[in-house]
């Protein structure tokens, strides 16, 4: 089983980031999928989850309106598209397959 998170990196407070979280290793569209995040000192948050065939989305209140995921049954992907990024954003971001597996997790760092 494997879940391997991308695209984290630096971005400029307000800019956009699109992470993304290649799956294998199990039966892919059978699972609900989270993103989750957590800097160093602070406790796990939920940020977006995306249901079993992609067709329903919930989101933090703090992420609404700026972070969009998608998902990809065909492909083993899920994708979080952010806008709008803060600096109180940064963090190590992490994709879940029904909380059962956990990826390794991609570092976002919102900066100027």
């Known amino acids: 089983v494997q879940l391997a998170e991308s695209g984290g990196g630096l971005v400029q407070p307000g800019g956009p980031l699109r992470l993304s979280c290649a799956a294998s290793?199990?039966?892919?569209?059978?699972?609900?999928m989270r993103w989750y995040r957590q800097a160093p000192g602070k406790e796990r948050e939920l940020v977006a989850t995306i249901g079993v065939a992609g067709g329903s989305t919930d989101y933090a209140d703090s992420v609404k309106d700026r972070f969009t995921r998608s998902k990809d049954n065909a492909k083993n992907t899920v994708d979080l598209q952010m806008n709008g990024l803060k600096p109180e954003e940064t963090s190590g971001y992490f994709c879940?397959?029904?909380?059962?597996?956990w990826g390794q997790g991609t570092q976002v760092t919102v900066s100027s």
């Open positions: 290793g199990f039966t892919f569209s059978r699972y609900a």
């Open positions: 879940s397959a029904g909380n059962n597996y």
